[in-house]
């Protein structure tokens, strides 16, 4: 596996490869590796010859009071990780090389509608840094398919919607969510879970989960069933910031003939804010 910090290097080994006429996959992380980013990295295998996995922790996603300080760097074991899954290259830039004009002169891509509530409204700003960094990484690996997980569901349709408005030549490929046992979505700040925390964090799933079947079994009174999430959520110990069903395609409220349906949700356990949803079809 090819470690590269640098625009040239990347580019140097991205021509080589095209020159071969190989295809390339690309799946951007923050870091501390878990065993569903390796998931993401497996099927990315499916979709082309080369696969590069990108490991940057973006600053201007975080927002003020946020863990950009704190966030798990966890390089070394990332570095052991993607070579047992097999990738072919690791993308290790800094923070001159993804912002070469300094974070102030920053150009920023900004996705209107989609990015206004949910993890938008409660993190100000915090998708214009997704989009900006993520459009500097297509620029810079120019992939044939990007791989992205269901758990951030709405990034991932901020990311559909980035790639469709600026015609960029790639697909976006999205993957299940990968689960604990016990329904826990994995994420890199399931290590902030104390023990007690890391008990009640599997009620997210559960009750999201018994959402869907609510609305398996024909119920439409979203107003209704977003409030019996909501207060299910606080009487297992989270602090809800929302609990919401809209369309799947576009989180846009649903009516009562739309035919695919998620629920999602994001609440705060102690230190952790966990986030997750289920799609549903109706």
């Given at each position: 596996m090819e470690i590269l910090d640098s625009r040239e290097g990347l580019k140097s080994l991205l021509r080589d490869w095209r020159h071969h006429d190989?295809?390339?996959?690309?799946?951007?992380?923050?870091?501390?590796?878990?065993?569903?980013?390796?998931?993401?990295?497996?099927?990315?295998r499916e979709h082309a010859e080369r696969v590069v996995v990108s490991v940057y922790v973006n600053p201007t996603q975080f927002g003020p009071g946020e863990d950009y300080e704190t966030y798990p760097r966890t390089l070394e074991r990332d570095t052991r990780l993607l070579r047992t899954a097999g990738a072919d290259a690791l993308f290790v830039p800094t923070d001159e090389t993804m912002y070469p004009m300094g974070l102030a002169l920053a150009t920023v891509v900004s996705v209107p509608g989609l990015t206004e509530n949910f993890c938008g409204a409660s993190r100000p700003g915090h998708f214009d840094g997704v989009t900006s960094v993520v459009a500097r990484l297509f620029?810079?690996?120019?992939?044939?398919?990007?791989?992205?997980?269901?758990?951030?569901?709405?990034?991932?349709?901020?990311?559909?919607?980035?790639?469709?408005?600026?015609?960029?030549?790639?697909?976006?490929v999205t993957v299940p969510t990968v689960r604990e046992k016990d329904g826990l979505a994995l994420s890199s700040r399931n290590s902030y879970l104390d023990e007690a925390e890391r008990?009640?964090?599997?009620?997210?799933?559960?009750?999201?989960?018994?959402?869907?079947r609510h609305l398996q079994d024909g119920k439409r009174d979203y107003q209704a069933l977003e409030r019996i999430g909501l207060?299910?959520?606080?009487?297992?110990?989270?602090?809800?910031?929302?609990?919401?069903i809209r369309r799947a395609e576009n989180l846009e409220m649903p009516?009562?003939?739309c035919d695919e349906l998620v629920v999602l949700a994001a609440a705060r356990l102690g230190k952790a804010r966990l986030i997750d949803n289920v799609v549903v079809t109706v």
């Amino acid at each position: 596996m090819e470690i590269l910090d640098s625009r040239e290097g990347l580019k140097s080994l991205l021509r080589d490869w095209r020159h071969h006429d190989e295809h390339i996959a690309f799946v951007p992380t923050m870091g501390n590796l878990h065993k569903g980013h390796l998931e993401l990295v497996r099927r990315a295998r499916e979709h082309a010859e080369r696969v590069v996995v990108s490991v940057y922790v973006n600053p201007t996603q975080f927002g003020p009071g946020e863990d950009y300080e704190t966030y798990p760097r966890t390089l070394e074991r990332d570095t052991r990780l993607l070579r047992t899954a097999g990738a072919d290259a690791l993308f290790v830039p800094t923070d001159e090389t993804m912002y070469p004009m300094g974070l102030a002169l920053a150009t920023v891509v900004s996705v209107p509608g989609l990015t206004e509530n949910f993890c938008g409204a409660s993190r100000p700003g915090h998708f214009d840094g997704v989009t900006s960094v993520v459009a500097r990484l297509f620029s810079l690996v120019a992939p044939d398919v990007a791989v992205f997980g269901q758990k951030d569901y709405q990034q991932q349709l901020v990311i559909r919607h980035m790639v469709r408005d600026l015609s960029l030549p790639l697909r976006i490929v999205t993957v299940p969510t990968v689960r604990e046992k016990d329904g826990l979505a994995l994420s890199s700040r399931n290590s902030y879970l104390d023990e007690a925390e890391r008990n009640i964090a599997p009620g997210l799933h559960r009750t999201l989960a018994a959402t869907g079947r609510h609305l398996q079994d024909g119920k439409r009174d979203y107003q209704a069933l977003e409030r019996i999430g909501l207060e299910g959520l606080e009487a297992a110990g989270f602090v809800p910031e929302y609990f919401a069903i809209r369309r799947a395609e576009n989180l846009e409220m649903p009516d009562r003939d739309c035919d695919e349906l998620v629920v999602l949700a994001a609440a705060r356990l102690g230190k952790a804010r966990l986030i997750d949803n289920v799609v549903v079809t109706v």
